[in-house]
């Protein structure tokens, strides 16, 4: 069965920085692209960016909104999706889901920006 | 980016009654493969997105048999053949064809 579980949410300052974890099991990690969704208080799904699959060189892929700020990594020996976050604002406050082909997803984990 | 529309945005539907959404696309999704990457999300409040169809018209495992998806190149549909008391919530459309992955807005259904 596949699961993945996030964590590494929590409340920081503008400005700051936070790293995310995705533990995923149940199928072979290496073999997937894997995706970061967010989703703000009240509001749609919005893709943060991924990482392709070891076929495809597990190259990062990033939203317009998050270029620059944020990165996303993988270690394939944990079975592993990080997602790591600078530059936070206000506007980045949202459940964080790790995804795989949109069809299994974590719980997500909460990330506030405020001071 | 592609943009995915929804509508509508607000579906009031009686139990067992059927509801329809429409989702266009604003460029083909057909990929290069010739597959069209085109799915469809559930969302209950306080639960992640939970996957139904994908490819179209594919059911994904354990979705009833009263959901079903249908269309081509830019315009799509979600259909529930007769609502259910836990059909309520929001649904999203999904293109996973061309990065970035891009939503509709939601269409929130509730029961009249």
């Known amino acids: 069965e596949v699961q993945l579980v996030e964590s590494g949410g929590g409340l920081v300052q503008p400005g700051g920085s936070l790293r995310l974890s995705c533990a995923a099991s149940?199928?072979?990690?290496?073999?997937?692209?894997m995706d970061w969704v967010r989703q703000a208080p009240g509001k749609g799904l919005e893709w943060v960016g991924r990482?392709?699959?070891?076929?495809?060189?597990?190259?990062?892929e990033y939203a317009a909104s998050v270029k620059g700020r944020f990165t996303i990594s993988r270690d394939n020996s944990k079975n592993s999706l990080y997602l790591e976050m600078n530059s936070l604002k206000s506007e980045d406050t949202a459940v964080y889901y790790c995804?795989?082909?949109?069809?299994?997803w974590g719980r997500g984990t909460l990330v506030t920006v405020s001071s | 980016d592609i943009v995915m529309t929804q509508t509508p945005l607000s579906l009031p539907v009686t139990l067992g009654q059927p509801a329809s959404i429409s989702c266009k696309s604003s460029?083909?999704?057909?990929?290069?493969?010739?597959?069209?990457?085109l799915s469809w999300l559930h969302q209950r409040p306080g639960q992640p997105p939970r996957l139904l169809i994908h490819?179209?018209?594919h059911r994904f495992s354990g979705v009833p048999d009263r959901f079903s998806g249908s269309g081509a190149d830019t315009d799509f549909t979600l259909k529930i053949s007769r609502v259910e008391g836990e059909d309520v919530g929001v649904y999203y459309c999904?293109?996973?064809?061309?990065?970035?992955?891009?939503f509709g807005q939601g269409t929130r259904l509730e029961i009249k």
């Open positions: 490819t179209i018209s």
């Open positions: 149940g199928f072979t990690f290496s073999d997937h692209y």
């Open positions: 999904v293109q996973l064809s061309q990065s970035p992955i891009t």
């Open positions: 460029q083909s999704l057909v990929r290069s493969d010739g597959n069209t990457y």
């Open positions: 995804a795989r082909d949109c069809a299994h």
């Open positions: 990482s392709r699959n070891k076929r495809d060189s597990y190259i990062a």
